[in-house]
């Protein structure tokens, strides 16, 4: 492999591991909403299955935020800091409701 090719490939594992984070992120949104969907519903232990999830998902998004540029950090640290107002959201729902 030449230095041209091994550039493309660390650029290439570097869009892939900012397209995972943020498939992740969005997988995280997408339990969150239906944690809210399922409290309204009074379903606490499908609740608390997603919220695990949620603490799981940001668990891995900060394992792997050191991996990335300052301009793609700085995009993922934007939407986990969303993320983690969104979840802390939902807990302060959970806790009222119980």
Known sequence: MDR?????LL???GRIRYEFLAAEIQTCI???EMAEFELSKHNLPVVE???SSVDEGIRVVERFLN???LGDRAEIEKRLANLKTYAARVKTA???SK
Do not use: N
Not at 4 to 8: R, T
């Open 30 to 32: 997408t339990a969150l």
């Open 94 to 96: 959970v806790l009222s």
């Open 49 to 51: 299955r997603e919220m």
């Open 4 to 8: 041209k090719q091994i550039g493309e």
């Open 67 to 69: 991996d990335f540029s």
């Open 11 to 13: 650029e290439q594992t």
